[in-house]
């Protein structure tokens, strides 16, 4: 994966993908023989994706019997990490205050845009600060990163997975993320539920009951 920052939005069509991979070699082109060498396999990839860290910020996410769920309503960035757990938790709190009203949207679309709204808000602030991490600003930055990950990938798994842990805001917020228990149980009756797994590898995550 290559990410870079540019100093204004840059013009290209979605499907145009020659256009895509000009973009992408200028902004790597020359900077050392292993990204060059990275950079012929675009002429040799089966598959090419291409696209901007863009933040969807709405107001609302509903109108009329209409609601969206998951990126199409509050992606917080994608590749910025959770916005995945964000949608699967979006899904179980909207099929839960369907549920909840009886199938009555004009009640459930309001109530889970209130019981996502803090979510929304808490992954929005970790995927810009995130983002600044992932792509830094300065060569500083970059070189702090390629340590860091140097670092990381050294220690053993347990360890390293527990330093990612700690450092990353993104796991922080999601494992601390709750939400009303809709589903009748045995174990647990109108409790709240929270993510569990690891949301900081960001595909992994399930749900635990508190
Ligand atoms: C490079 C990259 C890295 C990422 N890394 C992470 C990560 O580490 N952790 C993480 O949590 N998230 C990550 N994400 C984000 C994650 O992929 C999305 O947040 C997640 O897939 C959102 O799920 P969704 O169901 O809302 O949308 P999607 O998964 O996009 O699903 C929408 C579906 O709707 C379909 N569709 C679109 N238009 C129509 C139409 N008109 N009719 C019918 N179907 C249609 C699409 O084909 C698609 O299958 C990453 C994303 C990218 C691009």
Known sequence: M???????????HHRDVPRQQALQRGAFDGLHADVDRWLDELDRTPAFSFDSITQLRMDTWSRGRVTLVGDAGYCPGPAVGGSTSLAVVGAYVLAGELARAGGDHERAFPAYERAMAEHVRGSRAVALSAAKTLIPTSRLGVSGL???????????AGPSRALLRLTTKSARLYNSMTVDDYLPSPTASGGRVGLAGDPGGGL??????E
């Open 146 to 156: 390629a340590q860091g990950a140097r670092l990381i990938s050294a220690l053993p």
């Open 204 to 209: 992994g995550s399930g749900f635990g009951v």
């Open 2 to 12: 290559f990410l870079f920052r540019s100093e204004r939005e840059l013009d290209y």
